[in-house]
């Protein structure tokens, strides 16, 4: 069954028809369609296009073919071209001729459209969901290492101390700007374009904004051109998923090197790493190096959907059918990704006593001396300089300023005194961090006691109805 070919005196080639298919990729959008249709149907019921006895037997229809597709039974022949061609076959099996009447006023340019704008708000309220897992994990890390200290880095050089739990919360409050992102990606993806028909309208009295109400979208394109050819919200989607991958990413490095023996800061349960086919020692955290790997596949789909759009001609182009294959792939790469980095976060151990022999460098500490000096009195960069040359002479002789005599204190700068040497300890630093954004203990409190409001206010997560309209 075709949707077209009353000029054609040929049919399609068996290579086009397996050239041009888009059933095996669209066909995830069932449950989407369906429901367009059913709105569709009962919006021309409203309009008197459709009588009651035809609404009524296509709504049972649809729901019949609703039912057929959850128990698996969706088509798959190629023939069919496309899922919206599948369920109107699917129809016809069930009412007959009547079927035809469920395409009157609408097009598969505007079909499509809108089981994409259904399926990328359901897409971006799944992600925000295992977003929120993810989050929990390490809300609940932080809250059992409160009092850790760890070196901070920068530059992958070990700069200051922080506490573990900071560390983590970090990543936190990353992951709460991917949530608002997808937030706004639902947001721009709920608007209707069905009644644009092909690019026009439709010579049909329809009425979208009833249309749109039935499917819990809160509003229409004003323009029917616009509305086929829009997909803005799914490159934001795109966008949204390569940031979200570009952190997890991060994160998967991250764990890579703490749990190396050069860091040994950390390790992971047997149940979420591998080994080597040749080294028996080997234990590799291989699901945080394959997030780092699919960051790619992500970025690559987004610049992938920008190429397609970025050359066509208003209004629909069926190189707009390439934009499932890319969108869908994101999606589902990002998804499984944060759904293993929760399960990462959780498993990791800490080794608490390699956390404390790396942060008992006293370098770590030298910034807290150079301030000290400063508010003594000494312009910052001065104060900068004398103990560059400490932290130079320590170096050079192999020892710690506190095996320095008081006279070789002085004989690096007479500020040197050995009371700063007090000020070389990593507990002490941290504490003596402790306002709002930074390391200390009160300031981390605050942040934790931030991410459970924001937890326990989105516990439900789903803000917008699904493909039902419900």
């Known amino acids: 069954m075709r949707q077209w070919g009353g000029r054609f005196s040929e049919n399609p080639s068996d290579a086009l028809l397996r050239f041009s298919e888009s059933l095996s990729l669209d066909a995830r959008l069932w449950e989407y369609d369906i429901a367009g249709s059913q709105a569709h149907v009962r919006m021309l019921g409203k309009q008197r296009i459709l009588s009651k006895d035809e609404v009524d037997s296509l709504l049972g229809g649809l729901e019949q073919v609703r039912a057929n597709y959850a128990r698996g039974e969706v088509p798959k022949d190629a023939g069919l071209e496309d899922i919206h061609t599948a369920v109107e076959w699917s129809l016809r099996q069930i009412v007959g001729d009547l079927a035809g009447k469920v395409h009157m006023g609408r097009s598969r340019n505007d079909q499509v459209a809108l089981d994409m ?158 080994g080597s086919s040749i080294m028996p020692q080997k234990k590799n955290a291989d699901p945080a190096e394959l997030i780092r790997g699919r960051s790619g596949r992500v970025f690559g789909s987004l610049m992938g959907l920008l190429t397609v759009i970025k050359g066509l001609p208003m209004a629909y182009c069926r190189d707009l059918q390439e934009d499932k294959e890319l969108v869908f792939g994101a999606f589902d790469a990002t998804l499984a990704c944060v759904r293993m980095a929760a399960l990462l976060v959780e498993g990791l151990r800490f080794d608490l006593a390699a956390l404390e022999r790396a942060v008992s460098d006293w370098l770590l500490t030298a910034t807290d001396v150079a301030d000290a000096l400063a ?96």
């Open 117 to 274: 704008h259904l399926w990328c708000r359901d897409a971006a309220w799944q992600l925000v969901a295992a977003i929120r897992d993810l989050q929990e994990q390490f809300v609940r890390q932080a809250e059992a290492h409160k009092e850790t200290v760890m070196p901070g880095y920068t530059h992958l050089q070990r700069a200051q101390p922080v506490l573990l739990a900071h560390h983590l919360l970090s990543y936190f409050f990353m992951l709460e700007r991917d949530v608002r992102r997808l937030r706004a990606v639902a947001e721009s993806a709920g608007v209707s374009p069905l009644g644009a028909a092909a690019l026009a309208g439709s010579t049909f009295n329809l009425d979208p904004v009833f249309t749109a109400s039935e499917l819990g979208l809160p509003g229409v394109y004003e323009n029917s051109m616009d509305a086929v050819s829009d997909r803005d919200y799914l490159l934001e989607m795109c966008f949204a998923c390569s940031v979200i991958m570009a952190h997890l990413s991060r994160l998967g490095e991250e764990i890579v090197l703490w749990t190396s023996a050069e860091f040994g800061f950390a390790s992971l349960p047997d149940s979420l790493t591998t």
């Open 375 to 470: 508010r003594r009195g000494l312009p910052f960069r001065e104060a900068h300089g004398i103990v560059g040359v400490l932290v130079s002479r320590c170096l050079q002789a192999g020892v710690k300023p506190v095996d320095l005599a008081a006279e070789e204190l002085a004989g690096i700068s007479p500020h040197l005194t050995q009371d700063l040497l007090a000020l070389l300890d990593p507990v002490r630093s941290v504490r003596s961090r402790d306002y709002p954004m930074a390391t200390g203990p009160e300031s981390v409190e605050h942040q934790i006691a931030l991410a459970r409001s924001i937890l326990a206010v989105d516990g439900g997560v789903r803000k917008t109805p699904g493909p039902h309209g419900a």
